[in-house]
């Protein structure tokens, strides 16, 4: 497991692993209260960095862990509609009733409608949370099981509601027992129906739930046998789904459950569902899955297998509990180190609230959501069963376009509401010419990439804004000088830090 | 520097064995084989990914086996609706378009394909398939190796195109870098009006140097580079291509016919990589494998169409594969859950058409699965050996008796 062909995204250099977990006290200054803002969080304005820069590390990790309950924003999608279940549940009546084909071609048109509808202002519901919300790293996490334990709205029959509820599963356990997660998830109806659990009776035992239980959520390939996810395929069978018209909640149906005794892992007799999941909780490998699953995406990839064990071992001493290995985790010499720190690529999301929050723009624009397609990242619609693989597959030819043009999207944007202001958060983005060129560049690569732009870069910025004639700014025209500016600021984004977290 | 994939043994907790520098990385400057043919140097390979694990018995139907009626009481096709192969096996019946191909001779199915120790995981056996790799982590893909192999003009930034959102593992190489191009809209940069902007983007972009290390930095230099340039190149290389094959408005028919357009031009392309799917399909499983396999039947015949009014049918090979095939029996909600062997089907002007392995029995199951008769590495081998002309030394590991699948 040596040999860097092999680990080509873990970080260069040397692990201290007798250090990696202890608490760092070197200085505390803006880069790593940047780095905070990212990780932990999407990001923030030049003004929260300098905020929390202001503090002490410990004050600015005990406010993202001990975020306020109550947030203020709202707790549902505002145009989710609450009749869509029951639309499609008629429609299908209807048409069972043998409607004329043209009744039937209308009805499917409003529930595409009604389902884009639904679609948009859920997923716009979500961004708002993670843009605008005083507790981001309650957003963070949910994003994170959010891509462990998937679903995806309007596949297998997921209505947008069911897919909120799964959100607040994991938004009120953000910080939770992950134990619990996974008993709560083994309920969930979204989930059920995702991988087919919904109807697995004991005569033909479906095993996808069974399956990916294991292999995704909890224990990695290697840690189970085929005969394994047989036998926990018979105990989850009966954890049902009513229908759409009967409520659509999680039951527990007997008369499908196969009440035999099984062999599973290491435990023996007529286990159901639930009692898999502790069992599963009692394998080395879960506490160890949890550790790479955490490592990978707060700190940085391909972690050492000593740093996953170490992590491992304050998981199970946690009894699963994540909070107090979250605290562990971002107050730690290996979070704040070198080898750490734009280790990670932003992924899509991370990407476009990060966006948004350094311009203070505090909208989800239909343009947001788009580009977030483009760049292979829509919440509540993952991909596959696995989520979002993340790292270097987020960046390809079409994603990488796919971000620029939603930088130069946003920088238009931006300055037009700060030119009808609208918006006085991008205090920081130079609107009169009163600085030299050198002024303005450090400015901008200060305030979008906390200065880490080469010597190089930053003359290549200054020489962009003299422009051909080097003129300096203060000669420009005011449209001119405008564009000037929006071509700089976009410049400083297109640079290959802004695309790392 | 190449991107690699993120390894599945690195993050799962180190359960598969890593080999840490396979036998491929000292192989890859054999020469290629001689006496073979010429013209390799033109051929393309198309590969067609049928994503989610399909459902090979009922896509080439044993209809002359009792026992699969008895395994697929619901969704098992009635013998009055295969289209007949022989007296044993025919195709799906929505496959209507590539039965009238097989017919014509171009069309040739391998049955039973697969490998010892099947995995039922998605995420591996789609590993295993792209890396021909059964037996531990491999970090280049097995198409990308011979891209490696192939002396391809380094400048050229189409050597390969994946039609796909994400780069398969298929196409990972250690010397050639491959767009992924899902469709030509979204393919640029919005910002061209100034050219200084423009210059000064191109330049910044491209630089690897930062203030701080990241094991990722020099990727995205790369890649924002490429895609750049790339973005202005290819629509200058494709226009003007015209056709007149109609292709079936789905997202397969527009991805094949991209692909048709990019063989048709200037591009120089020797691979592309077509996604299609899902095939996963646990619970009513006919309405959606039926559509997919019309959808590629029908998108195979305009593509071939095409490429036929351009000259360029016999040059293209088209191959699918899928992760694995579908166990045996039906489960409850009328789907299958994963199983282990399947068909690939090659296609082209350059391919023997015809029906080729045993197909494998039914009263012999592994576990509730068919039990392969072909490994698919052979396939492989077939493809790089006599379509590609190179020797499979070095790009499939282990040795596999190559087929007479082609012409």
């Keep these: 497991m040596t040999g860097s062909t092999n680990t080509p995204y873990r970080p260069a250099g040397t692990l201290s692993i007798s250090t990696a977990l202890q608490p760092y006290e070197g200085p505390w200054n803006k880069r790593l209260a940047a780095h905070l803002l990212r990780r932990a969080g999407f990001g923030g304005s030049p003004e929260e960095i300098d905020r929390v820069a202001a503090t002490s590390m410990n004050a600015a990790v005990d406010a993202l862990i001990h975020y306020p309950k109550d947030t203020g924003l709202p707790g549902q999608p505002s145009e989710m509609d609450p009749q869509y279940a029951q639309e499609v549940a008629l429609a299908f009546q209807a048409r069972s009733r043998a409607v004329d084909d043209a009744t039937v071609q209308m009805q499917r048109m409003q529930i595409q409608q009604s389902r884009q509808k639904a679609n948009l202002s859920t997923i716009g519901w979500w961004l708002d949370r993670m843009i605008n919300s005083p507790a981001p790293l309650q957003e963070k996490m949910t994003l994170l099981w959010h891509g462990h334990f998937t679903s995806a709205m309007f596949q297998k029959g997921i209505t947008p509601k069911e897919m909120v509820d799964q959100n607040w599963l994991f938004r009120s356990n953000a910080l939770g027992n992950v134990r619990e997660i996974t008993h709560a998830v083994s309920r969930d109806p979204a989930m059920l129906k995702y991988l087919d659990n919904a109807r697995s009776n004991k005569d033909h035992p479906n095993e996808n739930y069974a399956r990916e239980l294991m292999e995704l959520f909890t224990l990695g390939i290697g840690n189970y046998t085929e005969n394994d996810i047989r036998e926990s395929a018979r105990a989850f069978t009966g954890y049902s789904v009513y229908g759409p018209l009967r409520g659509g909640a999680f039951y527990f149906n007997p008369k499908i459950h196969d009440d035999g005794n099984k062999a599973f892992l290491n435990a023996r007799g007529p286990l159901d569902g639930d009692q898999v999941v502790d069992c599963i909780f009692r394998q080395p490998a879960a506490s160890r899955w949890f550790a790479q699953k955490f490592l990978n995406f707060f700190v940085y990839n391909e972690p050492e297998p000593q740093l996953i064990d170490a992590v491992a071992e304050q998981i199970k001493k946690n009894d699963f509990q994540i909070g107090p290995v979250m605290s562990i985790l971002l107050r730690s010499n290996v979070f704040y180190s070198d080898r750490a720190y734009r280790a990670l690529v932003k992924s899509p999301v991370e990407f476009v609230v990060g966006t948004q929050k350094l311009f203070g723009l505090k909208e989800v624009t239909p343009q947001a959501i788009g580009a977030l397609n483009r760049m292979g990242q829509v919440p509540f619609h993952p991909p596959s069963v696995k989520g979002w693989d993340g790292g270097a597959t987020w960046l390809n030819s079409q994603t990488v376009l796919a971000r620029e043009n939603f930088l130069n999207f946003t920088v238009t944007y931006a300055t037009q509401q700060m030119k009808s202001a609208t918006m006085s958060a991008s205090a920081w983005m130079p609107m009169t010419p009163s600085l030299s060129t050198k002024d303005t560049t450090l400015k901008l690569v200060d305030a979008i990439l906390q200065g880490d732009a080469a010597p190089a870069s930053m003359a290549k910025l200054q020489a962009y804004l003299e422009g051909n004639d080097s003129s300096a700014l203060g000669q420009l025209s005011g449209e001119n000088f405008e564009e000037r500016m929006r071509g700089a600021a976009y410049l400083s984004m297109a640079m290959p830090a802004y695309q790392l977290n | ?407």
């Design chain 2, 1 to 407: 520097m190449k991107r690699n994939r993120f390894l599945l043994g690195a993050v799962s907790g180190l359960t598969v064995a890593v080999n840490a520098d396979s036998f491929f990385a000292k192989a890859l400057a054999a020469p290629a084989l001689p006496g073979l043919p010429g013209g390799a140097d033109d051929r393309i390979l198309v590969l067609v990914n049928m994503q989610g694990g399909n459902d090979g018995l009922n896509t080439v139907v044993p209809y002359g086996m009792q026992q699969y009626y008895r395994y697929r009481p619901s969704i098992g096709v009635t013998p009055h609706d295969v289209l007949s192969l022989n007296a044993q096996v025919g195709l799906n019946p929505e496959m209507k378009s590539l039965k009238a191909m097989y017919d014509a001779g171009s069309v040739a199915i391998v049955q039973g394909v697969g490998y010892p120790k099947p995995d039922h995981s998605h995420f591996r056996s789609t590993e295993i398939w792209q890396t021909a790799e059964p037996d531990h982590i491999e970090s280049t893909g097995w198409l990308g190796r011979y891209l490696d192999s192939a002396n391809l003009p380094a400048s050229n930034l189409f050597n390969a195109v994946a039609i796909a959102q994400v780069l398969p593992e298929a196409l990972i190489a250690r010397k050639v870098d491959v767009p992924e191009i899902p469709a030509l809209q979204g393919y640029g940069l919005a910002s061209d009006k100034a050219a200084g902007q423009r210059m000064a983007f191109s330049s910044l972009v491209s630089d690897g140097r930062a203030p701080f290390q990241s094991p990722y930095l020099a990727t995205v230099a790369e890649i924002e580079d490429h895609a750049q340039r790339g973005s202005e190149e290819l629509p200058k290389l494709i226009a003007g291509y015209k056709t007149d094959a109609s292709y079936p408005a789905t997202p397969i028919g527009r991805s094949l016919a991209l692909a048709a357009q990019i063989i048709g031009s200037k591009t120089q392309t020797r691979v592309i990589y077509v996604q299609h799917g899902s095939f996963d399909t646990h619970a009513a499983q006919k309405g959606t494998q039926d559509r997919l396999l019309r959808e590629l039947s029908d998108g195979l015949k305009a593509f071939y169409d095409d490429l036929a009014q351009h000259g360029n049918d016999k040059r293209t090979l088209t191959m699918t594969f899928s992760e694995f095939g579908r166990r045996v029996a039906e489960n409850a909600s009328r789907g299958t859950d994963h199983g282990e062997a399947g068909p690939m089907m090659l296609v082209g002007g350059g391919v023997k058409g015809g029906l080729y392995g045993e197909h494998p029995s039914l009263d012999d199951l592994d576990n509730g699965d068919i039990k392969f008769t072909v490994d698919f590495r052979s396939v492989y081998s077939t493809v790089v050996e006599k379509w590609f002309a190179r020797p499979s030394q070095g790009i499939i590991a282990g040795s596999f008796p190559t087929m007479p699948l082609l012409a």
